[in-house]
């Protein structure tokens, strides 16, 4: 079963946003799913990497965009993202030095909350500026 579910209560109506946003969910659950399954520590580390580059990827394409169509929240938005950006460099390293056991359960509960939160609620605030400027 996956962590993480896409719902269209999470689209923001811009199709690419919203693949990558279903591509990010997906990588979390391969996390998980890794985890689950007792996967060795290399192989959980290598998500959560792949977990980081994607998300420096895809928070630059959406503040492009934002930046396109003039999204006045622009700012706080690329604090948000700065924000979860070290986290996630900070979780790594941490499952990287041996603390994995300790922190997955962390790890699982912020991206949960996170994911939610932002996409469901944050994103949320500047859809309507990239629908008017498409």
């Avoid at 706080?76 to 993202?81: G, Q, R």
């Avoid at 499952?95 to 994995?100: F, L, Q």
Wanted: glycine residues 6%.
């Amino acid at each position: 079963m996956p962590f993480l579910l896409w719902s269209d209560l999470l689209s923001v109506g811009v199709e690419s946003i919203d693949d990558e946003h279903k591509q990010l969910i997906a990588i979390v659950n391969d996390l998980y799913q890794a985890h689950c399954e007792g996967h060795e520590k290399e192989v959980v580390g290598e998500i959560i990497e792949r977990l980081r580059k994607y998300i420096r990827i895809h928070f630059a394409r959406e503040e492009r965009l934002m930046e396109r169509c003039d999204y006045p929240g622009l700012a706080e938005h690329k604090l948000e993202h700065t924000a979860m950006e070290k986290w996630v460099a900070v979780m790594e390293n941490e499952y990287r030095a041996g603390n994995g056991a300790e922190i997955a359960h962390e790890i699982f509960d912020y991206l949960k909350d996170w994911f939610y939160d932002h996409i469901g609620r944050i994103d949320q605030l500047y859809a309507p500026y990239l629908k008017n400027s498409a």
